[in-house]
Every structure is written in structure tokens, then in C-alpha cells.
């Protein structure tokens, strides 16, 4: 005789109940967003001054490719971030290229020069100096580098009356050199290559090219100059910027306009609205600033790829 026998509960093993769901009119708890690795946090706070930083530096930019379009009566009687019933920009480059007898040409002709040669030496003497620091070892090493930092710490304008006394004295003044041998001497860009070639050169492959035969020159040219090319861009467009954008150190050097650089040529153009009987030209000053800063807007954005990696050089410690 067989009996069924139903399930017994007890307190050792309790039945299962089933969850109880939300309660009409509760409200919902919201889930925190979890963090996906690898993908960056957002912050209102930060995209907020981001915006604030790229409104302060395109609002300028706006402002300078707009009275560009002008005439010097357009930028009188039309609002400053809008155009004027007459788009002039063409003949305002046309006007700039041709005023005074050509004269914003040799005011760029100078200052390429003055970059070549002094942009162009400072980044050469910063690539020796920087790989000699960063992989030889000799006497003296430490109070060079709190040189090259306090050197780093000292601003160019504080330098510039004792250099202009000093090349006054060897007889200088007024000419291409004293704004070419001053721009030489680029402490920032020392560091930065120092920096670059400490962490983009391992010591192991100089050791192997040595042990394979190679001079010094040759192991720094076809070994390690490959190396540093993201450095080497960066320190160049830093000394270019700097060099480009000099304007104090020509005024108190250059007496003679036909060898001032751009800076201090648009200086001299605007200043003519102060002096009596003098053209009031501002709408081709606002036209050569425009022309002034393009070759570095193109520079910057051709070799972004290669200054932004060399500015993270040093960054990250494995």
C-alpha cells in the first residue's frame, strides 16, 4: 500500500519566496553608470573651461580673418565680427605686398632669415647638447642641468638690455646678427631634448652599434638622430614660434627698417596713425598680421603628429 506524500517545510529548510517587485508609485533608483576601462571619465566641470579656453582663442582668430575682408572705412562703420558690404581682402593683400615699395616683403624676407638661421641653430645646438647630456656621463653633469633649469626660469626681455650692451660694445648693433646670435641659445629647447633623448634612445642600442664598429658620429647619426625626429620637431616649432614672434629684443637692436622683422615692421606701420601727416593703414596692419600667422597655423597643423608625441616624451615612467 503506497501513500503520497506532499513536500514538508521546515525551519531548517525554508521555502523559496518569490522576489517582491517595486511598488506602484516608488521610484526608481538609478543605476551608476559604470566605468568603461580605457575610455576617459566625463566631467561638466572641464568640457565647461575647455569651451571657455577655445571661445578666447578662436574669438580673435574670428575677429582678424573678418577685418581682414575690410577697407579701412568697412572697419569703421560695420561691427567687428562681421563683414562689411565690400569684401576687400584681396585687394588688402595686394595693397600690403605693394605699399611702401615692397617693403612688408624684405620685413618677411628678415624674418625668415632670422628663423632659418637662428630657429635653425637653436634646434641644432639643442639636439647635441641635449643627446650629449641625456646618454654621456662626465664631471659636472648636475650643475649643468640646475643651469639649464635656472636658465629655463629666466625671461627673455630680462636678458635684453645686457645683451644689447654687450653687442654695442663688439659693434653689432643694427645688424641681421644681433637678433641671430641671441636666438641661438634656447634653454627650453635644451631640456626638451634632453628629456626626449633620456627616454627615446635605450642605452643597449648605442652599446650594440659600438660593439659593431660605429663611431660616435656615425652611432649619432644613423642611430640615434632617427630617434629623436618627434623631439627634433617639437624644440624646431619652438624656436620657430619664439623667433617669429621676437619683437623686443629687435626693437632695441635694429635702428634700420630695411632690416626689421615682421613683428616690429606691423609695429611701425601702426604707428603711423599717432604721427602728424601719417597714413592711417590699418586695415593692411590687420591684413599682414593675417599673413604673418598663417605659415605657423600650417606648420602646427602639418606636424602636429610629430610635436605632440615629442611633448609626451618623459610622461610616462615604465
Known sequence: MSSTSSPVTTDSQPASVPAAGPAKGAPRLRTPRKHV???????????GLTGLVLLYTLVPLV?????????QEGLADSSGLWFSHDFAL??????????????????LLNTLLYVVLGAGGATLLAILGGYALAKFTFPGKRAVFAVVIGAVAVPGTALAVPTFLMFSKMGLTDTPWAVIIPSLVSPFGLYLMWVFATEAIPVELLEAARIDGAGEVRTFFQVALPL?????????????????????????????????????????????AETIGGDVIFNLVITGSLLTIVPLIVAFLLLQKYWQSGLAAGSVKE
Not at 584681396?90 to 620685413?107: A, L
Not at 623631439?231 to 629687435?250: C, H, S
Request: proline letters at 7%; zero cysteines.
Open 37 to 47: 576601462p580605457g575610455r576617459p571619465k566625463r566631467s561638466v566641470l572641464l568640457t
Open 63 to 71: 575677429w582678424l580673418v573678418i577685418s581682414a575682408t575690410k577697407t
Open 90 to 107: 584681396w585687394d588688402n593683400i595686394s595693397q600690403t605686398f605693394t605699399y611702401d615699395d615692397g617693403i612688408f616683403v624684405r620685413w
Open 228 to 272: 629623436l625626429a618627434p623631439g627634433i620637431v617639437t624644440v624646431l616649432l619652438f624656436t620657430t614660434v619664439a623667433t617669429w614672434n621676437n619683437y623686443f629684443l629687435p626693437l632695441i637692436m635694429l635702428k634700420d627698417p630695411d632690416w626689421y622683422p615682421l613683428t616690429l615692421g606691423l609695429s611701425a606701420w601702426n604707428a603711423q
